[in-house]
C-alpha cells in the first residue's frame, strides 16, 4: 500500500514557478513510478510527467517539455515537480500517482496509487 500526498500549489503570476511535492509513505515506494497529471475544469485528466523508480527515466506532455522538471529523491520519498514559465493554461488540480511497477507511461489506468491533488492557478 502506497499514500501520496501532494503539496506547493498555490496561486502564481503568469511567468511564474512553482515546485510541487508529492511524499509517500510505503517501504514499496523507491521501486515504482510516479507520474503527475493534471485536471482542469470541465477536461479530463491529462498526464503532465513520469519518472522511472531510480530517475533514471523520464517523460514529459509536449506542453509542458522544456518548462516543467520532475525529479525524485528516494531516501526522502519524495517526487518534485518543478514548474516554470506557467501560463493560464497551466490552471489546473495536479495529482500524483504511482505505478507498481518500474517504469510507466502517460495513461491514468497504468497508475495503482493517487493523491488528493493541489490546486495550482495562474492568474494573466
Known amino acids: 500500500q502506497v499514500r501520496l500526498a501532494e503539496s506547493g500549489g498555490g496561486l502564481v503570476q503568469t511567468g511564474g514557478s512553482l515546485r510541487l511535492s508529492c511524499a509517500a509513505s510505503g517501504r514499496t515506494f523507491s521501486y515504482y513510478a510516479v507520474g503527475w497529471f493534471r485536471q482542469a475544469p470541465g477536461k479530463d485528466r491529462e498526464f503532465v510527467a513520469s519518472i522511472s523508480w531510480r530517475g533514471t527515466s523520464t517523460y514529459y506532455a509536449d506542453s509542458v517539455k522544456g518548462r516543467f522538471t520532475i525529479s525524485r529523491d528516494n531516501a526522502k520519498n519524495t517526487v518534485y515537480l518543478q514548474m516554470n514559465s506557467l501560463t493560464p493554461e497551466d490552471t489546473a488540480v495536479y495529482y500524483c500517482?504511482?505505478?507498481?511497477?518500474?517504469?510507466?507511461?502517460?495513461?491514468?489506468?497504468?497508475?495503482?496509487?493517487w493523491g488528493q491533488g493541489t490546486q495550482v492557478t495562474v492568474s494573466s
Open positions: 500517482a504511482c505505478a507498481a511497477q518500474p517504469r510507466a507511461g502517460v495513461g491514468t489506468s497504468e497508475y495503482n496509487y
